[in-house]
């Protein structure tokens, strides 16, 4: 490889694997020589970037954590499959993957080839993926559209569908996205209503970025609603602006659950958001938590714990769980035979 430039790449992509290299595997791999090795070494130090040499017959060359990060050199395979796992963690909003795993995600598809483009579409395309049940699943491009327009400050459009089905067009000056573990929310300025609010991404639909650029406005401190209400200007932060209005949406329910297993079981196999259960001393635990999640999805996941439990409060979850244990009987009962004709969901 004579080009030197090209040989300097391919080296530094060789050493940020996490191994050792061996000088003579590297002037194998490059098709250089031994000497030519040495003096490329020298070239990266010389561009900052922390080469280490150990001696002997073993001893080889290995990149380190220096000051600053060096670029990441990925080859075809590498890039693909980064790109298809930030895709799935982003596409169902799973629990730790926040906005910054979306930025990333943005840079890297704007950054990939075309040719790889297509095959992370294609490998995504033929992925069916085994989720929770819990949450909304989203177009990862839906996700990157929106962070890439809040990171470069560009105003966005896009169709929206709210909670009673009803679908409008929104123009918004986007601030920031949040991951509640179980959804994705935009927080952004809607410019026809003259105010905040929060969207769900899960119902935006066809966004697009217009180009037009807009110095961000201070986010509302209280006061401020989701598609309701007006807010005091002042500084805040995004994720406290988001829990605020989900209060104000939805009433919050204030657990009282008793379980039958171990603190550990328990917290290992509920959202990080309800908090851990403390041990009652008796070989179980009891968990005191507030949130602002509908009653079927706090049901779903203490069924999920698969242990005994025991609900204490709030009363109309205890009703709920009534209700749905009732139903879940008689399914188990009626198991084989055929459903009645006109049979359907029970109201309660």
Known sequence: MSDTPAR??????????PREWPGGELAERLDVSPRT??????????LGYPVEASRGSVGGYRLVAGAAMPPLLLDDEEAVAIAVGLRAGAGHA???VDEASVRALAKLEQVLPSRLRHRVSALQNATVPLTRGDGSTIDPRTLTTLASAATGRERLRFA?????????KRQVEPYRLVSTGQRWYLVAYDLGREDWRTFRVDRVGEPYATGARFTPRPLPVEGAGSDAGRGDTGSGDAAMFLARSMRRMQPELRLDVWFGAPAEFVTARLPAHLGAPQPDGEGGCRLRASCTDSLEWVALRLALVDCEFSVQGPPQLVSYLEGLG????RAAAGAGTEPRQGAGPEQG
């Open 94 to 96: 799973i629990e730790g």
């Open 326 to 329: 009732a139903r879940l009987t």
């Open 8 to 17: 300097l790449l391919k080296l530094l992509s060789l050493l940020q694997t």
């Open 37 to 46: 090795i040495r003096r490329d070494i020298d070239r990266l130090r010389d």
């Open 160 to 168: 929206y569908r709210s909670g009673d089905g009803t679908r409008t």
